[in-house]
Protein backbone atom coordinates (compact mmCIF):
# COMPACT_ATOMS: atom_id res chain seq x y z
CA UNK A 1 0.00 0.00 0.00
CA UNK A 2 1.11 3.22 -0.56
CA UNK A 3 1.89 5.81 2.16
CA UNK A 4 -0.71 8.57 3.53
CA UNK A 5 -0.51 12.05 4.79
CA UNK A 6 2.18 12.41 7.77
CA UNK A 7 3.55 8.80 6.72
CA UNK A 8 0.95 6.99 7.74
CA UNK A 9 -0.02 3.75 5.18
CA UNK A 10 -2.49 4.42 2.99
CA UNK A 11 -5.14 2.23 4.45
CA UNK A 12 -5.09 4.37 8.11
CA UNK A 13 -5.14 7.42 6.55
CA UNK A 14 -8.47 6.72 4.80
CA UNK A 15 -9.86 5.70 7.95
CA UNK A 16 -8.79 8.45 10.02
CA UNK A 17 -12.65 9.88 9.47
CA UNK A 18 -14.38 6.60 10.63
CA UNK A 19 -12.83 7.24 14.55
CA UNK A 20 -15.89 10.00 14.94
CA UNK A 21 -18.25 8.58 12.06
CA UNK A 22 -17.92 11.33 9.68
CA UNK A 23 -19.51 9.05 7.12
CA UNK A 24 -22.77 9.21 9.20
CA UNK A 25 -25.73 11.15 7.66
CA UNK A 26 -26.92 12.38 11.63
CA UNK A 27 -23.55 13.86 12.16
CA UNK A 28 -24.58 17.79 12.39
CA UNK A 29 -20.91 19.46 11.83
CA UNK A 30 -20.90 22.89 13.24
CA UNK A 31 -17.74 24.95 12.08
CA UNK A 32 -17.00 28.42 14.68
CA UNK A 33 -16.52 30.89 11.66
CA UNK A 34 -14.50 33.06 14.21
CA UNK A 35 -10.79 32.15 15.30
CA UNK A 36 -10.46 29.90 18.64
CA UNK A 37 -7.33 30.63 20.71
CA UNK A 38 -6.57 26.75 20.21
CA UNK A 39 -4.65 26.57 23.88
CA UNK A 40 -7.94 25.68 25.15
CA UNK A 41 -8.97 22.36 25.39
CA UNK A 42 -11.65 20.10 26.47
CA UNK A 43 -13.43 22.59 28.82
CA UNK A 44 -12.31 25.89 26.93
CA UNK A 45 -13.85 24.14 23.92
CA UNK A 46 -17.07 23.04 25.00
CA UNK A 47 -17.63 26.90 26.65
CA UNK A 48 -17.65 28.27 22.96
CA UNK A 49 -19.98 25.69 21.36
CA UNK A 50 -22.27 25.92 24.59
CA UNK A 51 -21.93 29.60 24.92
CA UNK A 52 -20.83 31.38 21.83
CA UNK A 53 -22.65 28.92 19.05
CA UNK A 54 -25.24 27.66 21.02
CA UNK A 55 -25.48 24.41 20.63
CA UNK A 56 -25.40 21.08 22.87
CA UNK A 57 -22.67 18.59 23.11
CA UNK A 58 -24.50 15.30 21.92
CA UNK A 59 -23.56 12.27 19.87
CA UNK A 60 -24.82 14.10 16.72
CA UNK A 61 -22.52 17.02 17.17
CA UNK A 62 -18.89 17.88 16.33
CA UNK A 63 -17.17 21.15 16.32
CA UNK A 64 -14.64 22.21 14.48
CA UNK A 65 -12.25 25.33 15.51
CA UNK A 66 -9.42 27.25 13.59
CA UNK A 67 -6.56 29.77 15.01
CA UNK A 68 -6.20 32.98 13.86
CA UNK A 69 -3.19 31.73 11.08
CA UNK A 70 -5.34 28.88 10.17
CA UNK A 71 -2.92 26.78 10.71
CA UNK A 72 -4.13 24.73 13.26
CA UNK A 73 -7.58 23.03 13.34
CA UNK A 74 -9.50 21.30 16.76
CA UNK A 75 -12.25 19.38 16.45
CA UNK A 76 -14.63 18.59 19.71
CA UNK A 77 -16.73 15.69 20.06
CA UNK A 78 -18.65 14.14 22.43
CA UNK A 79 -18.94 10.01 22.15
CA UNK A 80 -21.53 9.39 24.64
CA UNK A 81 -19.54 8.55 27.60
CA UNK A 82 -16.78 11.72 27.25
CA UNK A 83 -15.13 14.43 25.33
CA UNK A 84 -12.58 13.93 22.23
CA UNK A 85 -10.60 16.48 21.30
CA UNK A 86 -8.56 15.77 18.08
CA UNK A 87 -5.81 18.69 16.53
CA UNK A 88 -4.59 19.11 13.14
CA UNK A 89 -0.90 21.52 12.39
CA UNK A 90 -0.64 22.61 8.93
CA UNK A 91 3.91 22.47 8.58
CA UNK A 92 2.72 23.99 5.27
CA UNK A 93 -0.37 26.10 3.93
CA UNK A 94 -3.33 27.32 5.04
CA UNK A 95 -6.35 25.82 5.90
CA UNK A 96 -9.33 27.20 3.57
CA UNK A 97 -12.02 28.69 6.10
CA UNK A 98 -15.51 29.55 4.87
CA UNK A 99 -16.66 33.32 5.66
CA UNK A 100 -19.53 34.48 7.18
CA UNK A 101 -22.31 35.14 5.15
CA UNK A 102 -24.25 37.68 7.32
CA UNK A 103 -22.33 39.88 9.86
CA UNK A 104 -23.08 38.24 12.73
CA UNK A 105 -23.22 35.03 11.79
CA UNK A 106 -21.12 32.79 14.35
CA UNK A 107 -21.28 28.89 13.27
CA UNK A 108 -22.19 27.25 9.86
CA UNK A 109 -23.39 23.98 9.33
CA UNK A 110 -21.38 21.79 6.92
CA UNK A 111 -22.34 18.02 5.41
CA UNK A 112 -19.36 15.28 6.06
CA UNK A 113 -18.16 16.00 2.27
CA UNK A 114 -17.62 19.47 2.69
CA UNK A 115 -15.77 18.96 5.84
CA UNK A 116 -13.62 15.94 4.63
CA UNK A 117 -12.83 18.40 1.71
CA UNK A 118 -12.05 20.98 3.96
CA UNK A 119 -9.85 18.73 6.31
CA UNK A 120 -7.47 17.92 3.14
CA UNK A 121 -7.28 21.48 2.42
CA UNK A 122 -9.38 21.99 -0.29
CA UNK A 123 -10.75 25.64 -1.27
CA UNK A 124 -14.47 25.52 -1.20
CA UNK A 125 -15.12 28.63 -2.74
CA UNK A 126 -17.05 28.88 -5.76
CA UNK A 127 -16.76 24.84 -5.25
CA UNK A 128 -20.21 23.41 -5.84
CA UNK A 129 -21.41 19.27 -6.35
CA UNK A 130 -21.61 18.63 -9.88
CA UNK A 131 -25.33 17.55 -10.77
CA UNK A 132 -24.40 13.99 -10.89
CA UNK A 133 -23.53 13.63 -7.16
CA UNK A 134 -25.52 12.27 -5.16
CA UNK A 135 -25.86 12.01 -0.99
CA UNK A 136 -26.18 8.62 -0.13
Do not use: C
Not at 16 to 22: A, C, D, M, Q, T
Not at 36 to 62: C, I, W
Amino acid sequence: TGRGPAGLPGREADRRSEVIGLGAGALKIFVALEPQDLRKSFQGLTEVALGHLGERLSREALFVFINKRRTRLKLLYFDGTGLWVATNRLEVGKFSWPPRSEPNQKKMKLHSEALQLLLDGVDMRGAQFKPWFERA
